[in-house]
C-alpha cells in the first residue's frame, strides 16, 4: 500500500476512535438526565398525591361568579 492511502486509513481509523468516544460520552449524559427525569416524575407524582389529599380532606366549594 501507499504512504498515502496509509495516511487516509489511519486518519479515518482516528476520527472513528473519536466519533466512539463521544458517542459513549453521549450515552453517558442522556443516561443521567434520564435518572434526573425519573427522579423529578416521582417528586411530582408524590407532591401531586399530597395535594389531591389536601384537596379531598378541605374541598373548597365551586360557586358560580357573581354576575350570574
Request: hydrophobic share 45%; charged share 25%.
Amino acid at each position: 500500500m501507499s504512504k498515502e492511502l496509509i495516511d487516509r486509513i489511519d486518519t479515518l481509523e482516528a476520527h472513528i476512535a473519536h466519533q466512539d468516544q463521544m458517542m459513549s460520552d453521549l450515552n453517558e449524559i442522556i443516561t443521567g438526565h434520564q435518572k434526573n427525569l425519573d427522579a423529578i416524575n416521582a417528586q411530582f407524582g408524590l407532591f401531586m398525591d399530597r395535594v389531591e389529599a389536601m384537596e379531598a380532606a378541605n374541598p373548597v366549594p365551586v360557586k358560580p361568579p357573581p354576575h350570574w
